[in-house]
T-cell receptor
Framework: GAVVSQHPSRVICKSGTSVKIECRSL??????MFWYRQFPKQSLMLMAT?????????EQGVEKDKFLINHASLTLSTLTVTSAHPEDSSFYIC?????????????FGPGTRLLVL | SQKIEQNSEALNIQEGKTATLTCNYT??????LQWYRQDPGRGPVFLLL?????KEKRKERLKVTFDTTLKQSLFHITASQPADSATYLC???????????FGGGTRLMVKP
């Protein structure tokens, strides 16, 4: 149980275009979803926290107009990287937690590797 | 500011031995600490959670200790296997649905 999927797993785009990444909780309802980015050989850096139906809370230094997060339902959150640039190339990972059981545990998706040319 | 330190150097051990990884933190009072495994190009996978009022927790070949006085957690893998080779991340948190703060991870290499 507690499976989280991400789509796409890998995307290459041209500079200036927008890219949407989907994060889905497949077998549970996620009260909270998190978006992270990870650079090679570095740890996960939290970008934002989102709860279903409300605006995302962004971490300091993360541009909310550049990284649009929509948490439309208890099983789906999307991250849109707008006007992507090469420095946005990274590994983006989402996670989800639920209020029942060990609510502190986050279940991670497999990640999306973004390459901006 | 909060700081979580894991040994950034890779830990190389022989198959069958016990691997011990360290997680130290400062300027933080976590309610719980978690350990995750991450394989290259994949998302982290939850392994164990230990709360501030717990000293030790076990799961199969895994054991985690939590010393809130020393502000340290130790993660042990007994009878290690090459399949245990991965990066192990510790993460600290305060409450359900709250954010986790991750350490930099330690890469474990188990040689046959």
């Amino acid at each position: 149980g507690a499976v989280v999927s991400q789509h796409p797993s890998r995307v290459i785009c041209k500079s200036g275009t927008s890219v949407k990444i989907e994060c889905r909780s497949l077998d549970f309802q996620a009260t909270t979803m998190f978006w992270y980015r990870q650079f090679p050989k570095q740890s996960l850096m939290l970008m934002a926290t989102s709860n279903e139906g409300s605006k995302a809370t962004y971490e300091q230094g993360v541009e909310k107009d550049k990284f649009l997060i929509n948490h439309a339902s208890l099983t789906l959150s999307t991250l849109t990287v707008t006007s992507a640039h090469p420095e946005d190339s990274s590994f983006y990972i989402c996670s989800a937690s639920f209020s029942g059981g060990a609510g502190e545990t986050q279940y991670f998706g497999p990640g999306t590797r973004l390459l901006v040319l | 500011s909060q700081k979580i330190e894991q040994n950034s150097e890779a830990l190389n051990i022989q198959e069958g031995k016990t691997a011990t990884l360290t997680c130290n933190y400062t300027n933080y009072s976590p309610a719980y600490l978690q350990w995750y495994r991450q394989d290259p190009g994949r998302g982290p996978v939850f392994l164990l959670l230990i709360r501030e009022n717990e000293k030790e927790k076990r799961k199969e070949r895994l054991k985690v200790t939590f010393d809130t006085t020393l502000k340290q957690s130790l993660f042990h893998i007994t009878a290690s296997q090459p399949a245990d080779s991965a990066t192990y991340l510790c993460a600290l948190g305060r409450g359900a649905g709250n954010m986790l703060t991750f350490g930099g991870g330690t890469r474990l290499m188990v040689k046959p």
